[in-house]
């Protein structure tokens, strides 16, 4: 069925807004006039209304303006003309104009405009150029067949493996920078098109850079002919009857083919033949623009222009020779659009086009692999694209698309000036208002003439107008006119021209000079109901000349009836509670102890306790605050509470912050725990809300004993809330557990420990020597640690096995058991310590010894008879003892005499002598040194009592160690 057509690009202008700026003058106090036109309608057909906006600025208030403006077309000087008189207001004044119904057949129109003020000063002359489209009206067309090149193609290339062209700057696959003529065309047409090539579905099979012949373009692009054979063999091979086909190509092989107009003129016969044989019965083929005048074409010498130029003509020529004949010999139409006129046609007025470059390219190009004059991804694109002719060095912009696409249509459509749905030739109505409906001979309702009085229907005031009847201009005969509008009409109204003429009370007397229109006996000054009943009233309570029955107010005490009645006082008794004051007056006309209400709060001024305050009438607490707005009515000493919360103003130490907080009264405490965030350390911790150390815990100390280990493993708080280096306690001794400070536990999970002073490991309290690290027990409480540097040592440990190796112990005992000892210098198993008289002391603590009386414990002997060399009379015979030995044994010392084997008295003196320097000596060496040498007096010591020669050459048993007990590096 036929459809009406509207495109998107319908009226273009040299420029949508014009700025005069005028000059300064007395007029407007020194102030320069500002005129800005402004063209608000950019897309308007012939049947559609142009918009023109006049704002004058800074100009004196309350100045007389005067707009006058013509419209013109190539044809007519005057198509519309206007006057527009006004009057200027604030700093900005508005004037609109509206230009419709005026289109003549023109397509390029011109808006001449002036203003000038009331001294006929002009402030600005305007010339706005327009192009109009006419509106067309096209058949039913079923779906859209599109093929060609880069002209066409609405992404099957950007879709190819090629992926040209880039996308931006291009438009989705189109060879523009947005829809091309094709989009536009089919949008138009109510039909929506897609891409597809080979196989695929898709009614626009176009290729960008494809030539008219077969085969394929870059190896990849598939010609016209290959587009044509591969959709008819692959997707479908017959074109529905009511389908349209679009066929655009031959510029690639101008530009970059073999440019033969008569081949490429045969191509295009055989594709349209081809695809009429398929059932094609309707076509659009646009010729070849003025390719000598692209970027592309330009860029050429000036021969290959001309040549270029020649080329293009000749293939046009033959191009429409040929498709006339076609459309003859297959019975076939063929809208042959003339891009070449079109692009010269542009050109020639590009500003009424709203063009302002027409031979530069808006995208220059950084080159391209395919000899195709395209832009890249990243090419500079000009930001007033849209007014540039070309997008690239061959492509229109989607502007010039647009006029393509809007001559296309009026290549196929049918003139519908008015738009109205019906073709002008069949059109009884011309401009029929826009989206009005008209019925089938192009009238809309208010064209009509339903009474046939002739007079159309929307300036007709009496639509029933009975045939034959002369009537005004208005429609209307005599019988239905009312000349006075005093509701009679012309042909009973004694009086039709007497617009003042009425007789109330039919007394003869117009009621304009009647003083008692109603006739009740009271003028109508002092009447209350001038035109009321007629005559004189039998009832009228308050004689204000309305009749009861028509008084809203029988009583007069103006309190009308219906407000008596809802009131529920007596409409008959003008004081109802008898206080003295009239109802009508009375704001408590039933209660005869108010009768004021000064403010109007619905509360009397004789209770009210605040009668001038309309929202205030009662304060309980008597704080001088009404009970209103009384935050606290029950309490006298507070009335605001300007944070809504649950503290009074006085009391709330934030008065403006909605809080709950006690410490202070009425702050925020996000956390609930009762102290305002601005002193809660802790603002989001219902737990905590004071850290006195500042080390980020809180004072709130709290902590779970577990049963089996005694410990706190779990806590929360600070548990030093005065030594900020410290919180936890895990232990529970007092001393904190975090690492790296001075009162640092070092046995956080031992509360008998906390310090290890050496760093052996061992805490201070059991550590018997805190500030040794290599000793820390001392069994037998002697003061000598039970690790021992010597490995030999073991054998003394017992089956305890008290002390550890450790290779530098400091002070071991080698009795670690024994509190009397803790030294052998000679290794003979008597310890050396000779202070202590309860344990029988080595009496020879440098010599390796086995004697065990008590004279001589420790010291040499020989015969091993237990009593020391020293101290037997025949040291080397143990079954003598206490006697003298045979001549041949003769003691240590001993003088003999002959054969009686005695020991004389100087013998035995010189044995006494000898013992008595040894004692001396060995007094010397264990003297403990001076007490001043800290630390170093026992290790001192122990090496003074010990050399090192009485550790490496001892005797056992007549045998010689091999290996020292101890070695100087022991110590």
């Not at 000036?302 to 040549?307: G, L, V, Y």
């Not at 006029?403 to 009026?410: H, V």
Request: a negative charge; hydrophobic letters at 30%; glycine letters at 10%.
């Amino acid at each position: 069925m036929p459809m009406k057509i509207t495109l998107l690009v319908l009226m273009l202008f040299i420029s949508p807004s014009i700025v005069i700026v005028g000059h300064a003058d007395s007029s407007t106090n020194g102030r320069t006039t500002t005129v800005s036109i402004d063209l608000l309608d950019n897309l308007v057909w012939s049947n559609q209304t142009a918009h023109v906006q006049v704002t004058i600025s800074t100009a004196q208030v309350s100045q007389n303006l005067r707009v006058v403006w013509t419209l013109s077309d190539e044809s007519h000087p005057q198509l519309l003309s206007g006057v527009s008189i006004f009057q200027t207001q604030g700093t900005s004044t508005l004037l609109s104009i509206e230009l419709k119904k005026f289109y003549a057949g023109g397509q390029f129109h011109t808006l001449d405009l002036k203003v000038s003020d009331s001294q006929n000063q002009t402030l600005a002359n305007a010339q706005l150029r327009f192009v109009i489209f006419q509106q067309v009206k096209v058949s039913q067309v079923g779906d859209l067949y599109v093929f060609g090149d880069s002209l066409n193609d609405a992404g099957n290339a950007y879709n190819s493996i090629l992926s040209v062209p880039d996308v931006p700057p291009y438009w989705q696959g189109r060879f523009s920078n947005g829809p091309i003529w094709v989009d536009e065309f089919s949008s138009a047409l109510g039909l929506t098109t897609s891409i597809g090539s080979g196989m695929s579905q898709g009614d626009n099979r176009a290729f960008g850079g494809s030539q008219t012949g077969q085969g394929y373009s870059y190896v990849l692009l598939p010609n016209v002919g290959t587009q044509i054979n591969n959709y008819l063999g692959n997707v479908q091979s017959t074109i529905p009857a009511n389908a349209a086909i679009a066929l655009w190509a031959g510029g690639n092989d101008f530009l970059y083919g073999t440019g033969n107009p008569n081949v490429i003129t045969t191509n295009m016969v055989s594709h349209v033949r081809t695809l009429a044989l398929a059932g094609g019965q309707t076509f659009l083929i646009p010729n070849l623009p003025p390719l000598e005048m692209t970027p592309e074409g330009t860029s050429r010498s000036q021969s290959q222009q001309n040549q270029l130029a020649q080329d293009v003509i000749t293939y046009n020529a033959l191009l429409a020779n040929e498709m006339n004949n076609l459309s003859t010999s297959l019975g076939i139409t063929i809208h042959l659009i003339d891009a070449w006129t079109i692009f010269n046609e542009i050109v020639a007025n590009k500003e009424a086009f709203g063009l302002t470059n027409v031979q530069d390219p808006a995208c220059t190009s950084s080159g391209s692999i395919l000899p195709l004059p395209i832009c890249n991804s990243g090419d500079p694109v000009a930001s007033n694209a849209d007014e540039y002719l070309f997008f690239d060095k061959a492509h229109p912009t989607t502007t010039m698309h647009s006029f393509i696409a809007a001559y296309a249509l009026g290549t196929i459509g049918t003139n519908d000036t008015d738009g109205d749905g019906i073709i002008d030739n069949v059109d009884a109505c011309s401009w029929t208002a826009e989206k009005t409906p008209a019925d089938s001979t192009g009238c809309s309702w208010e064209q009509r003439d339903e009474d046939g009085d002739g007079v159309a229907n929307g300036v007709d005031d009496c639509l029933q107008t009975s045939p034959n009847e002369p009537v005004d201009g208005a429609g209307c005969a005599a019988y239905q006119r009312d000349t006075d509008g005093d509701g009679l009409t012309d042909d009973i109204d004694p009086c039709p021209d007497d617009h003042g003429e009425h007789d109330h009370d039919g007394d003869g007397c117009s009621d304009g000079i009647d003083q008692d229109d109603d006739g009740d006996g009271i003028g109508d000054e002092a009447d209350n109901c001038p035109l009321g009943m007629i005559g004189i009233h039998d009832s009228d309570l308050d004689k204000d000349g309305c009749h009861d029955h028509e008084d809203d107010d029988i009583d007069g005490d103006q309190f009308s009836n219906t407000d008596e009645e809802s009131a529920g006082t007596d409409p008959l008794v003008p004081d109802s509670d008898g206080d003295g004051a009239m109802d009508g007056s009375d704001a408590f006309p039933l209660n005869p102890d108010e009768w004021n209400d000064t403010d109007g709060d619905g509360y009397g001024d004789n209770g009210d306790t605040f009668p001038h305050d309309s929202h205030e009438w009662n304060d309980m607490d008597g704080d001088g605050y009404g009970d209103n707005s009384d935050a606290f009515p029950d309490n006298r000493s507070e009335w605001l509470n300007s944070d809504d919360d649950v503290y009074g103003d006085n009391l709330d130490s934030c008065p403006f912050e909605t809080g709950l907080s006690i410490y202070p009264e009425g702050c925020p405490d996000q956390d609930g725990d009762g102290f305002a965030d601005m002193n809660d350390h802790f603002p989001y911790e219902p737990t905590q809300w004071r850290d006195t150390d500042g080390d980020g815990r809180g004072d709130n100390y709290w902590f779970e004993v577990d049963n089996d280990t005694g410990l706190r493993p779990t806590q929360s708080g600070d548990a030093f809330p005065f030594e900020g280096t410290q919180w936890s306690d895990v232990d529970g001794d007092g001393y904190g557990d975090n690492l790296g400070f001075p009162t640092t536990d070092m046995f956080p999970e031992d509360p008998t420990e906390w310090f290890d002073s050496d760093g052996d490991g061992y805490g201070d309290n059991s550590d018997a020597f805190p500030n040794e690290r290599t000793q820390w027990s001392d069994a037998d409480g002697d003061g000598w640690g039970d690790n021992y540097r010597d490995p030999t040592w073991s054998v003394h440990r017992g089956p305890e096995r008290i002390g550890e190796f450790v290779r530098d112990a400091v002070k071991p005992d080698l009795y670690p058991l024994e509190p009397t000892q803790w030294k052998d210098s000679d290794g003979d198993g008597f310890g050396d310590n000779s202070e202590f008289i309860n344990y029988m002391y080595d009496r020879c603590p440098l010599e390796y010894g086995t004697a065990t009386d008590t004279l001589g414990q420790g010291c040499p002997d020989r015969d091993g008879d237990g009593t020391a060399d020293s101290e037997d009379m025949c040291p080397t015979d143990a079954t003598f003892i206490n006697e003298s030995c045979p001549s041949s044994d003769v003691g240590l010392g001993a003088d003999i005499e002959g054969q009686s084997g005695r020991v004389t008295s100087s013998g035995l003196v010189i044995t006494i002598a000898v013992l008595s320097l040894l004692s001396i000596i060995l007094i010397l060496l264990v003297a403990p040194s001076s007490p001043d040498d800290g630390k170093k007096e026992d290790e001192s010591t122990w090496q003074e009592m010990y050399p090192e020669e009485s550790w490496s050459s001892l005797e056992h048993q007549g045998q010689r160690s091999t290996e020292p007990l101890l070695d100087e590096s022991m110590l």
